[in-house]
């Protein structure tokens, strides 16, 4: 079967850094996407890789290693605002979207 | 506003009830898909909508039925609903399927069957 895993829950600290890491075992592979939700909110694209690799975008990372079906998010400067739940999706070989269950990450002051 | 409208944002209703989700979108998008959204689960794809045409529907139970009577609306219609059906229901919408930038999210009706 199709899986995807992730921390259920993480804290960390105001300013600090942070790593959601995700594993996944799908039926092929076509990119690997994050989403931010905050709670009572739509889901928001932050981030798709399809490529080996760290992306950059702002104080957000992603990085992908496809021959170890691994990724991770990552969070620099934590603000309290970046308290949500983080969601790993794969697309798989029919380009259907394989959802983790979310990584809900508690910032501390 | 994420440019994907959902209405309600909260319903509740009774077993024997029939009551109506709406999603609409004006992004231009080809494909729209119903979600079911539990706590501490998965997204639960329900059915996806591509140029009007239903391409999937994944076992869903027929007490859900999804019409999307052009491209910009969908609709689910729900009818004598149980109580596990409580959950959030996520539309999204994309310019097509398996599109790399991502999908477009409306924040949802949360729904309570009592």
């Known amino acids: 079967g199709q899986n995807i895993d992730q921390p259920t829950e993480m804290t960390a600290t105001e300013g600090a850094i942070v790593q959601i890491n995700c594993t996944y075992q799908?039926?092929?592979?076509?990119?690997l996407f994050w989403y931010q939700q905050h709670a009572g909110e739509a889901p928001t694209f932050l981030s798709y890789?399809?490529l080996d690799g760290l992306e950059e975008k702002g104080r957000f990372s992603s990085f992908l290693s496809r021959s170890k079906g691994y990724s991770y998010l990552l969070l620099k400067e934590l603000q309290m605002k970046d308290s949500a739940s983080y969601l790993c999706?794969?697309?798989?070989?029919?380009?259907?979207?394989?959802w983790g269950a979310g990584t809900k990450l508690i910032i501390k002051p | 506003e994420t440019g994907v409208t959902q209405t309600p944002r909260h319903l509740v209703m009774g077993m024997t009830n029939k009551k109506s989700l709406k999603c609409e979108q004006h992004?231009?998008?080809?494909?729209m898909y119903w979600y079911k959204q539990s706590a501490k689960k998965p997204l639960e794809l329900m059915f996806v909508?591509?140029?009007?045409?239903?391409?999937e529907n994944n076992s869903v139970p027929s007490r859900f039925s999804p019409e999307c009577p052009n491209s910009s609306h969908l609709f689910l219609h729900l009818h004598t609903l149980q109580p596990e059906d409580s959950a959030l229901y996520l539309c999204?919408?994309?310019?097509?399927?398996?599109?790399?930038?991502?999908?477009?999210f409306g924040s949802g009706t949360r729904l309570t069957v009592v």
């Open positions: 890789n399809v």
């Open positions: 999706a794969v697309l798989d070989s029919n380009y259907q979207l394989i």
């Open positions: 999204a919408s994309s310019q097509a399927i398996g599109e790399p930038k991502g999908y477009t």
């Open positions: 909508y591509n140029f009007k045409e239903q391409t």
């Open positions: 799908t039926s092929g592979f076509n990119g």
């Open positions: 992004l231009g998008h080809n494909a």
